[in-house]
C-alpha cells in the first residue's frame, strides 16, 4: 500500500496550543487543562508514576525499542490509518533519528500514545505537541 502522510504543519496552531497548555498548567492541572481540548488522559495520576520510565518507543514497540523501530521502518508496511496501526510522528524524513513519537491507532481517527512523563492519552491523530515532528504517516508491524 502507498504510504500515507499527513502533513502537521497544517495543525500547527492548534499543536502550539496543545504544547503551550502543558506548559503552563504545570504538573498538578494539566490533565484537566488537556481534558478541556479534547485530549483524554488514560491513567490515573498514581498509574503514571509507574509509566515513567517508560517511553512512547517502549510503550508501542517493548523494551528493545531502538531496534524494533529499525525493523519497522525497514519492513513494516504502511496502512490506512485504523485499529492497531501505529502512527509514526517524525520531522522531514522517516528515519529512526527522525522519528519523535509512537503512538497506537485506536481507531480511524483516534491514537493511544505516551506524552512524556505526563501519562497516556487518547487524542485526535493531529492533536500532539509541535515538538512531536511535522509529519505523521501510518505502519503495521511485520
Excluded: W
Excluded at 485530549?39 to 531496534?67: E, H, M, W
Excluded at 519497522?72 to 501505529?86: E, R, S, V
Excluded at 481517527?109 to 501510518?138: A, M
Amino acid at each position: 500500500m502507498e504510504r500515507i502522510e499527513i502533513d502537521l504543519s497544517l495543525f500547527d496552531n492548534r499543536r502550539k496550543e496543545i504544547l503551550e497548555t502543558i506548559l503552563k498548567a504545570g504538573n498538578n492541572n494539566y490533565r484537566q487543562a488537556l481534558n478541556e481540548l479534547g485530549i483524554i488522559p488514560l491513567v490515573t495520576p498514581k498509574a503514571r508514576f509507574r509509566l515513567n520510565p517508560i517511553t512512547c518507543y517502549q510503550y508501542v514497540l517493548g523494551l528493545d525499542s531502538f531496534n524494533r523501530l529499525q525493523q519497522l521502518l525497514d519492513n513494516g508496511q504502511f496502512y490506512q490509518p485504523g485499529t492497531g496501526i501505529i502512527a509514526v510522528y517524525y520531522t522531514d524524513d522517516l528515519k529512526p533519528e527522525k522519528v519523535n513519537h509512537l503512538g497506537k491507532m485506536k481507531n480511524k481517527q483516534e491514537v493511544v500514545s505516551k506524552f512524556g512523563k505526563l501519562g497516556l492519552f487518547q487524542h485526535n491523530i493531529t492533536d500532539v505537541p509541535i515538538i512531536y515532528g511535522n509529519r505523521v504517516t501510518f505502519i503495521k508491524e511485520p
